[in-house]
């Protein structure tokens, strides 16, 4: 199983990214997906998750109203959406899959990572 990360970057504080997700080797439709990142110095923070069909999604209080997840089923990807931010959205973004329908704001509960994207947001 792969999620490759992609679309990060660095832009100015105000601006926008869309970062995308395509897990391989295992049945999108059936895992729900989440977006956690990490800064310098700091610990793995939750960010979005979306449930298997796209319904259900959550945020972290930070980013709700900023940010947006998505997924689509013919693509087999996930999106984050991320609109007005913040020096302090700067950290590396990792995608997250998960067979659990619950706890999908900590980092046990999803069972494959990808490898991260780097966002950086200057002042």
């Known amino acids: 199983v792969q999620l490759q990360a992609s679309g990060g970057g660095s832009v100015q504080a105000g601006g926008s990214l869309r970062l995308s997700c395509a897990p391989s080797g295992l049945s999108f439709n059936a895992y729900a997906m989440g977006w956690f990142r990490q800064a310098p110095g700091k610990e793995r923070e939750f960010v979005a998750h979306?449930?298997?069909?796209?319904?259900?999604?959550y945020y972290a209080d930070v980013v709700k109203s900023r940010f947006t997840i998505s997924r689509d089923s013919y693509d087999q990807a996930v999106y984050l959406e991320m609109h007005r931010l913040k020096p302090e959205d700067t950290a590396v973004y990792y995608c997250a899959a998960t067979s659990a329908s619950t706890w999908w704001h900590l980092e046990g509960t999803y069972r494959y990572w990808g490898k991260g994207t780097q966002v950086t947001v200057s002042s």
């Open positions: 979306i449930s298997r069909g796209g319904t259900n999604t």
